[in-house]
């Protein structure tokens, strides 16, 4: 039995009609990540199957998991020395809406330390690579489920995104990824790097698999203050009003330019109605807000990772001050200098320069991204400015990698939805383009994608 | 002596409360073993997220419009970040007032018993660190041991100007705040570590000195007083005061410098993301208000008015529960009123200290019973015995058919009748013994007087 | 931009090995740089916090969670207490 490219949708149906066996299903995952794991490296815990057959929608179909999601009983590392050992005692509310559905886990992915990345590079336990070439990055900081979902080692995956993290390894990998409206998904048991910018978000093969998904993970939670109920309702829409802005477009490099600008005319010929913004006027400052807010809430939501409760267990020489900076020294190089920039942006005398400077920004970003979406369902651009690099280059010049995320943290500033899809194809990679819709408007981004998806047609697996 | 200059940060555990200010735990920690009221929550597990309890919200409110302090329509909660042990976030969850911050209340007041005001600049809520215990002592201990059962719980700070001038005046305050709050059902007294008071002294116009974690009002006075010498010895002696966080160290009655935290001026504030801001309506506030019920200004002014004495008045409305009582007697019988302050500040009050009673009962119509023949009960502790049993909550029925000597005279005839074969050889004052014995059981203490009379006349004539 | 890495790291309480320091300083001098940017903005004319939006509030009734499965996470434990470092 092969299930390469199968999609969630295809797989639940062949259950469904006899023909597959959720156990077979769950097996034949298992058995390739183990197989695949080695090279690829998109798992850090892989879970042997589950016996039992929960019921409920998803058939007890084994799902994978971002590292950073909590999961009871089963470790949950951030892909960090940090926690390395950490094993929470509760599921994220995410995580126990799919049990519920008759969801299982079939293992925790690999990811950039805290979710701090956007290439995947970024992990204790080594870079996740690319299914499309090896020698690349998958894109981060949801790099190994991405990966996972590329290569056939699961069948959808959970992420999160604070900046692009959903989004961009999707494009680099050529699948689908889903950033939900912020507080959409419950973020309870989510482990937080930003939280006024962060959202657990889905990667599947297919718009109507992680709409699928979506919907069962949706919704208000008690133990998140911040999550709201979004409309679940399919929407009709039969003529896609699609806004591209130009200087965003031409932020990207030439042959991401060239592809994206030929989906345009595919879209438009296929009966998308397609306007122009010339540019959104703080492009220049998304990366400098985005970056501000995200260090300065990071450096305080780790600042509980002292290896008192849990974490390293360090020698207890010393005083507490020498006991915390000693098991402190476990992050990695990318988390320590965030820590580090947050802690300057909020100190005494700076916070008013950068800070709330940050959030003036973000403000009137979500105001004149309000302004000018109106009239339209959805802003169209390319969710990646490049092209998969080498893996190491980013390492050399840290700029390469923070300048990627200039096209996927507008959505996250304005707490939008937005999903990315795969819209060309150069050499052995995909380009991937990204409908951004107004907050709370899932559903609408979701529809536009799967007509899209439709139109494109970029990736035939034959199999949907 | 030089002027001192006192202002208090007064941490108050809003000890009505069931559950702890962002998590599900229960409140209810003392006496229990150590972290058993814990949850990913309040002990800072990654991925756990803080939720506003409702009711400390309005608990809080409570105390804000006692305090005539003003509600801001929309605060926030804040970050403020520092390591240590005792804080499982090493950043605690409070209200800021700058950073665009905006704290519950500001600028509220209280008035001292001197008649001074005391300006009170904010009031805020917050949530209380984990507690460290040692083996032995803090300096020889080879670890420390750490118990979140405190952690998370709900804390308000008051904090007031520079206003009071005396180790005295700080004392009043914090006495005067202790009997507000119990107006509104926070009951500090009955729970150890319930308010604990940061106290900043500056002596002669010098630097302030904060001295952390005193707790209850008499050890706030004796801070002030070991640091207002200290300060003054100082400043006699040509010395420089720096401004630095010292300990109260209540054994040795003396401050101490804090080594604790070096970077205490690094606090590193910032918007809680997790929680949306607090919003007070006017509806909330009508809510409050009518949960809350009177001051004890306005109760004493009531009682005054009603034309009871200063000294009963105020013995009544220092406590809640007696001036309830004695509202409900007003109601009861408008006449007893005058009665009911004196019992209730006199015997009442010495009950419940005798006894540590905690609630007087709902149903006060067994007091009205006792107060209505107050006159006839013979002796004080007969009437003492009758309170108590009204206190423990038992029907009270004082039996006083107030018998005439006519009445009693046939009752009398009929008793010495019945039990004539026992008495007949009897020497007269073991015969009287006899039969008041039985009389009284029949007519009650209350009617001894009259039946000693009245058998002294039947036994004088049968002679 | 005024900052010693030596300042910042204490701060954060973080310790930095001399492999780390080179490749720490390179990605905070280029956070720094996105920083900078910020200084051409207008600073907002008062002070504001971007919260969250809604009323969320929890109602004050006790949910017991199973602490012994939080007394599991923690490293060391003595009688049910966290055993931390000495604090002084």
New interface residues.
Partial sequence: MNLEGYTLQLILKEIENGNLSPEDVNEFYHRRSADLNRVLNAYITLLDPEKSRPEGDLKGIAIAIKDNISTKGVRTTCASKMLENYIPPYDATAVSSLKKHGGSLLGKTNMDEFAMGSSGENSAFGPTRNPLNREYVTGGSSSGSAAAVAADMAPIALGSDTGGSVRAPASFTGIIGFKPSYGAVSRYGLIAYANSLEVIGILGKSVQDVSLLFKMIAGKDPMDSTSVNVELMEKNISKPRILVIKSFVELSADEVKKEFYSSIGKLESAGFEINYADKFSLTDYMLSAYYTIACAEASTNLSRYDGIRYGPKVESAGNWRDYISRARSFFGPEVKARIMMGTFILSAGYYETYYLRALQLRKIIKQEFEKIISGYDAVYVPTMPVLPWRIGNAIEDPKIAYAADVLTVLPNLTGSPAISLPVGKVREFFVGGQFIGLKDEDMKVLKVAEMAENVLQVKKSGRN | MEEIKVGLEVHVQLVTLRTKLFCSCSSDYRGKPPNVNICPVCTGLPGSMPALNRKAVEEALKVVLMLNAQPYETSYFFRKTYFYPDLPKNFQITQYDKAGGYPLAHDGSLKLSNGKTVRIERIHLEEDPGRIYYEGSRATARYSLIDYNRSGIALIEIVTAPDMSSPEEARDFVERLTTILSDVGINVKDYEGALRVDVNVSYAGGERVEVKNVTGAASVEKAIVYEAFRQKTMYEKGIKVVRETRAWDEKRRITIASRGKEFEAEYRYMPEPDLPPVTVTESLIQKVKDEIGGSQEERYRELISDGINEELAKKISSDKDLFNVYEKIKFYEPSLKQLAANVLANEISYLIKRYSIKNLPEDVSGLAEILQNYKMIPDHESAVAYLKKWMDGERVKVSLKTVSAEDLHDDIMQTISENYDKIKNLEYSKKFEFLMGILIKKFGKENKKVLVEELTKVLNKTK | MR?S?NK??K???????KE?EK??A???Q??????E???T????K??????????????????????D????????V???????????
Avoid: C, W
């Fill in positions: 900052y890495i910042l790291s701060l954060s309480m973080l310790k930095i090995s780390e490749m720490i390179k990605k905070v280029a956070l720094g740089e996105l920083l940017k910020l200084d903005v207008e600073p907002p008062e002070a504001f916090v971007l919260a969250p939006e809604g009323e969320h509030k929890r109602d004050d009734v006790p949910v017991q969670f199973d602490s499965e939080i007394i599991k996470v923690f490293n060391n003595k009688e049910r207490y966290l055993k931390g470092p000495k604090t002084l």
